[in-house]
């Protein structure tokens, strides 16, 4: 089974996604059962209306449109690579070890050689050419070329990242950004769904080195964990989170937007854990 959101690039309605069933391993009546438990009674018909007209046009049609977007994206890939301080990963990606493929409509565009944040990237081209990015983070911008998209589109995006490497490249050497690598993860304590119920107290998080979150944090898009329910706090961690608070970027799961306090197992019951032993998350 694979849930495929029609409404990011098959261009159906936002809120629009379907799920794919292949094979005779997951049984469709079993599917149907769950899914009528789960989801409301109020369907929207103008979104069911909207994948069914993007799922025709994809039988019909989904072969040279996707063509045509692949080409308008590789065309893009080769003019933003002859833009100074920007860089736009391509085929010669499939050389690195553990690299299978990549997704040629997603331009993603480092801009560490610019000397600045993927994230002050965003907001400059927003302000300036009211151009929304898919997301940013310290050193990179993510930008899509849909089914939806002409040369016209692709040239005012251009257009746009060569006033924004004039705007930051200047005749001195700009001090590049180099991306922090990620820590290394901690061991879970407890198991997620322990320590999301357990007794909680509030900590501050520049001093919660040690403790055991309660809480999720991750960096939203592309909201992929970077701390969860269970896991022990690092220094490590702690400094890579206040890295991007301090870029800007929206860091979230906390109770606190602010990220300033979060949520941890209480004090006792992390020193009755100390006499037990640990929770292992299997291979």
Known sequence: MAATSVHKLGGSMTQSSILN????????ERIRTLMSMLTTTSTSY?????LDTAR?????????????TIILAQCARRQI????????????ILQARGVFHYDPTKLCIHLGQLGISGYEAEQWLRANDRIEVELSDLTNILCLITLGDSEQEVNLLLHALRRMSAAFITNEVNQCIVPPMVPEATRFEWSPRDAFYADTEIAYFHQSCGRIIAEFIY??????PILMPGQMISQEIIDYIKLHLEAGLPVKGPEDPSIQKIRVVATTQQEMLSQKSRYVIPD
């Open 21 to 28: 069933v292949k094979g005779n391993r997951v049984s469709i």
């Open 46 to 50: 103008l979104l069911l209306a909207s």
């Open 56 to 68: 025709r046009q994809l039988a019909v049609n989904g072969q040279a449109l996707a063509e045509k």
């Open 81 to 92: 690579n002859e833009i100074p301080g920007l860089y736009c990963y391509g085929d010669e």
């Open 219 to 224: 960096v939203y898009p592309p909201g992929i």
